[in-house]
């Protein structure tokens, strides 16, 4: 393993207390030669947090100590490990303005970014799709159907992959999958695979990369990383860059699912500029 592209830290409201030394400490220990920080950017202004505890996104008072302390470090440890300031933004249908003006103001000031999604809408009603498997059955009894959810979920990835969030808009699509987090207590009658073999024809022709996430392969129901196998080999034929991540929330859950995913074809790094490949 020689990079994650997809590590939290203590500026997530709903992770560890682990320090950054301690997450870094544990990639020089795995052999990570290089790390991305990807910590949940704030939410934008006049968006409701759905969940119980609204700590879905940093706090935007923390964003510059954020940023702050990675540039530190990446000094203090730049003879051991290559570290990356970044962020995971929320894509929210209807606050694309918010979150380009936020990423116009912010993404000179990283060296990475995903661009995931988290949150879907219903009628004037947020749901936070991954909260739970208590709150996903809530979620598909308010919408419908389990199939309705992921309905809505990779209609909203799709326009996510679309919108016009600017110059600096992630060009790395996150775990486009993670509606198949609590798939074994809510499976579906029907497949959407095809919805995701052509949202990977989009992110192709867009010239973006895939988010290969070791995550979902550690929770107990899905099994699997996001995407699975099945989904990796469509990416592979494309050309699509695969980046892994253990999308890891303490410094102990590094390098999470690595030994699931199909490793050849995987990056080694990340793209040389992560803003280079727009179309």
């Not at 969940?51 to 990675?70: N, R, V």
Request: charged share 25%; hydrophobic share 35%.
């Amino acid at each position: 393993m020689k990079y994650d592209g997809h590590v939290h830290s203590l500026f997530c409201p709903h992770g560890s207390p682990d320090l950054f030394e301690e997450y870094i400490g544990k990639a020089i220990e795995l052999g990570i030669e290089e790390i991305s920080f990807t910590e949940h950017a704030p939410l934008p202004d006049g968006f409701f947090d759905p969940t119980p505890e609204k700590d879905s996104g940093m706090d935007s008072d923390q964003l510059h100590a954020y940023i702050e302390q990675l540039h530190s470090l990446k000094t203090s440890y730049r003879s051991q490990i290559k570290i990356n300031i970044g962020l995971e933004v929320d894509f929210i249908e209807g606050f694309e303005a918010q979150t380009k003006k936020f990423l116009d103001e912010t993404g000179p000031l990283l060296d990475d970014s995903i661009l995931s999604v988290h949150f879907i809408k219903e009628k004037d009603k947020w749901h936070c799709l991954d909260f739970s498997a208590e709150m996903f059955g809530e979620i598909s009894r308010q919408i419908g159907s389990v199939e309705a959810v992921h309905e809505r979920y990779y209609s909203t990835v799709k326009k996510s992959i679309h919108a016009d969030l600017g110059d600096y808009k992630p060009v790395r699509i996150g775990h486009i999958t993670l509606v198949h987090k609590f798939q074994k207590q809510f499976p579906i009658s029907i497949s959407f695979d095809e919805r995701v073999i052509v949202l990977l024809d989009d992110i192709h022709r867009k010239n973006y990369a895939l988010d290969y996430n070791g995550a979902g392969a550690t929770k107990p129901l899905c099994g699997e990383p996001y995407p699975p196998e099945r989904f990796i080999r469509h990416a592979v034929q494309l050309g699509i860059p695969l980046v892994y991540g253990s999308d890891a929330h303490q410094a102990k859950d590094l390098g999470q699912g690595y030994e699931s995913l199909r490793h050849t074809h995987l990056l080694t790094s990340p793209m040389q500029n992560v803003y280079n490949n727009k179309s």
